[in-house]
């Protein structure tokens, strides 16, 4: 808010703001934009490298369970309900992929 406001101070001089009004603005905005800016780059970093896991879910699409379980429990809980077991994967029954199979185009 100290930003758009400093900014609208900045972009209408026309409204009698005297000189010492406009360089307070200039001021305010400037630092106000430099907290952002930190702010930004805090958040692009802890949602990249700062949290383990993150980058490799997003390159990638896919997360390990710890991970899922402890940013997205909802979602984790979700897709647990939903699975398939392993013991079902490993037997390779129909039941388990659906009833159908996978189709080769020649």
Do not use: C
């Not at 990638?60 to 309900?81: F, M, Q, S």
């Amino acid at each position: 808010m100290v930003v758009i406001i400093s900014g609208l101070v900045l972009d209408f001089p026309n409204y009698g703001q005297a000189r010492d009004t406009m360089q307070w603005a200039n001021l305010v905005h400037g630092i106000g934009a430099l907290g952002l800016t930190a702010v930004a780059l805090g958040h692009i970093y802890i949602g990249t490298l700062g949290t383990e896991g993150s980058l490799e879910g997003m390159a990638t699409g896919y997360v390990d369970e710890t991970w899922a379980k402890e940013h997205h429990n909802l979602w984790y809980e979700e897709v647990k309900e939903s699975a398939v077991p392993e013991e079902q994967l490993a037997t390779g029954s129909k039941e388990a992929t659906g009833g159908s199979s996978p189709q080769s185009s020649t």
